[in-house]
């Protein structure tokens, strides 16, 4: 149906919703723009549809929420012009929104104490080339910074600028610098530790996870500080665990991702015990899902069958299919590692009955990567681990074939996989061009995992490497 794939689906032909007065209170209007697609659909279309015209905006589920709810009640300048690419036409008002005159005006700068600094932001609005650009907080250049902070990493790292601590306690400890800046934790300390989840895993959706790791440690650490300095409101204390866990698990994936095993299991387990300590199933039920993954590539494929079910059934309260498929996928990995064809069979099944009923309103935001493409991955994963390579290579194929070609990581994943796959099938010619394919991604993509399938994709491909294109291949490999 067009208006679940196409972000200006109906722009141009449906008719122009009625002119209201923007007002607080929900954005209905933006709500009928969304149409029948989950917030986390509809993010991804604003994605897709802000590559079509050069800008890049990190917008997710929490976004869309917040715009619908009202929080949001001026885009910035980046969203805008999005927006208006995806229903031409429409005014920022026909949206739902205020004009940026009575949001970010004179009178509305003066009540929010704003500085002359953040006057003199507000002049130059249109932000430098290749920025990730998120919505507008009340304290526009705080955000500014954070966007900064995150491209640049300085000597504050992203712990003391991007999550709202004064530079002048960079040297301090993480919990002493938090103690000294922060009284009391509010909803901006809260909102730049949401914004460190997302924007590492934006950026490890592009480039991978080495360049990473390292960085992403220091605001982990000042998240949990954070929580130790305590919040002034229990839904403030509800979204900071969770938003602490989910930086857990988004750290714990890129030490997974570079092949740190033992950090990235120390902070997935980390993430658990947030979530038990929160009483938050959602979260729970991520950390078991990556421990189960984390558990596989380890070579612990009991284990990842144990996450997976225990993961299954923190999900169950959540009413989300597609996370249970999820679950389901990786259920089945751990009986692929484990020999039992019958069972992961089943798994699969089950998995890609609870993936077809679509996408629901509770599908937690984490979430958007797991598309078909990504399906298709993970059931290549378990027939390759059963040894069925030619069934793998079918798999893998189609997910190289299915992802989005601007998440470079995940389509270099999937053709390292294909490579392998083939090389294992006895396709050495097909193998290698797969081969190819990922070496012209790892410009871009920095990935210990990948680096370590193409090894070994090469070690098996050695014995034919009196083929030109197998040797041609080794050739690059090697000088890589």
Request: with cysteine; proline share 5%.
């Amino acid at each position: 149906m067009a208006t679940t794939t196409d972000p200006r689906a109906g722009a141009n032909s449906a008719a122009r919703p009625p002119e209201r007065s923007p007002a607080k209170g929900p954005n209905t209007a933006f709500r009928e723009l969304r149409g029948q697609r989950s917030p986390g659909e509809f993010a991804a279309a604003v994605r897709r549809a802000a590559r079509e015209i050069g800008e890049q905006v990190a917008c997710d589920a929490r976004y869309v929420g917040r715009v619908e709810a009202g929080e949001i009640r001026c885009p910035n300048y980046a969203y805008e012009r999005v927006f208006r690419h995806m229903f031409p036409g429409l005014t920022l008002a026909d949206m739902g929104f205020s004009s940026r005159e009575a949001v970010r005006g004179r009178g509305a700068r003066a009540g929010c104490g704003a500085t002359p600094a953040s006057a003199a932001h507000q002049q130059h609005p249109a932000p430098p080339c290749g920025t990730i650009h998120h919505e507008e907080d009340r304290n526009d250049e705080e955000s500014d910074v954070l966007r900064r902070a995150f491209m640049t990493g300085g000597s504050a790292t992203l712990a003391a600028v991007s999550l709202g601590l004064l530079p002048e306690y960079a040297g301090a400890a993480p919990q002493d610098r938090v103690h000294q800046s922060v009284r009391r934790v509010g909803e901006a300390e809260v909102g730049a530790v949401e914004e460190a989840v997302r924007r590492i895993r934006l950026l490890d959706d592009r480039h991978g996870a080495n360049g990473l790791y390292r960085r992403a440690a220091q605001p982990l650490r000042t998240a949990y500080a954070l929580l130790d300095a305590g919040t002034a409101r229990r839904s403030t204390a509800e979204r900071l665990h969770a938003g602490a866990g989910e930086l857990a698990i988004s750290v714990g994936w890129l030490a997974h991702d570079s092949g740190h095993y033992e950090e990235a299991r120390s902070h997935y387990a980390e993430a658990l015990a947030t979530a038990r300590l929160a009483g938050d199933p959602a979260l729970e039920a991520h950390a078991f899902c990556n421990m189960s993954f984390l558990a596989r590539d380890a070579g612990r494929p009991r284990e990842a069958l144990r996450a997976a079910q225990a993961g299954g059934r923190a999900a169950r309260r959540l009413g989300s299919p597609r996370l249970l498929a999820l679950l389901g996928l990786r259920e089945a990995g751990g009986w692929a590692g484990l020999g039992d064809r019958g069972a992961c069979e089943q798994s699969l099944a089950r998995a890609h009955t609870l993936f077809a009923r679509g996408p629901a309103e509770r599908d937690p935001e984490w979430m958007t990567f797991f598309v078909e493409a990504e399906l298709e991955m993970l059931e290549a994963q378990c027939w390759s681990a059963l040894g069925d390579w030619s069934r793998a290579a079918s798999h893998a194929h189609r997910a190289a074939c299915l992802q989005d070609p601007h998440f470079a990581r995940n389509l270099a994943l999937y053709r390292a996989e294909l490579a392998d796959d083939l090389a294992r099938a006895g396709s050495p010619t097909e193998s290698a061009a797969a081969g190819h394919q990922v070496l012209d991604l790892l410009p871009e993509v920095q990935s210990t995992r990948i680096q370590a399938m193409l090894a070994d994709t090469a070690r098996i491909l050695a014995p034919h490497a009196n083929c030109p294109e197998v040797r041609t291949f080794l050739e690059r490999r090697a000088s890589v």
